[in-house]
């Protein structure tokens, strides 16, 4: 809607490394910051945004691992004998079969 407060365009500027800024050589002055703080603060936002990018880049793959181990125990927990045997002598490993299993289906997810 392009209605921005000042607080939050001042918040923008502090935040965007000083490359970014229209007038890069100019150094950016921000209220109540020093500039060992702003280092520090771009230092931690290259690190947060380096930290996602590599989540972001296996993310779909550890679905997918998810998704088809989730399917495995579905099956495994649905198999009578199998089921049968592990609440028996392992029910403390059967109940979190089937809290993994209803975690990862998307009817409970919605």
Same mark, same amino acid.
């Given at each position: 809607?392009?209605?921005?407060?000042?607080?939050y365009?001042?918040?923008?500027m502090?935040?965007?490394r000083?490359d970014?800024l229209?007038k890069?050589?100019?150094?950016?002055? &921000? @209220?109540?910051?020093?500039?060992?703080?702003? #280092?520090?603060?771009?230092? +931690?936002?290259?690190s947060?945004?380096?930290?996602?990018?590599?989540?972001?880049a296996?993310?779909?793959?550890?679905?997918?691992?998810?998704?088809?181990?989730?399917?495995?125990l579905?099956r495994?927990?649905?198999?009578?004998? &199998? @089921?049968a045997?592990?609440?028996?002598?392992h #029910?403390d490993i059967?109940? +979190?079969?089937?809290?993994?299993?209803?975690?990862?289906?998307l009817?409970?997810?919605?």
């Amino acid at each position: 809607m392009n209605n921005f407060t000042a607080s939050y365009a001042r918040a923008i500027m502090a935040a965007a490394r000083q490359d970014d800024l229209a007038k890069p050589d100019r150094a950016k002055k &921000v @209220a109540g910051v020093t500039p060992e703080q702003m #280092a520090r603060m771009e230092r +931690e936002l290259e690190s947060l945004n380096h930290d996602f990018r590599a989540r972001e880049a296996t993310f779909g793959d550890d679905v997918l691992q998810l998704v088809l181990a989730s399917r495995y125990l579905q099956r495994l927990i649905e198999n009578r004998n &199998v @089921a049968a045997y592990l609440e028996t002598r392992h #029910a403390d490993i059967i109940a +979190e079969f089937r809290t993994i299993v209803s975690a990862s289906t998307l009817d409970s997810a919605a």
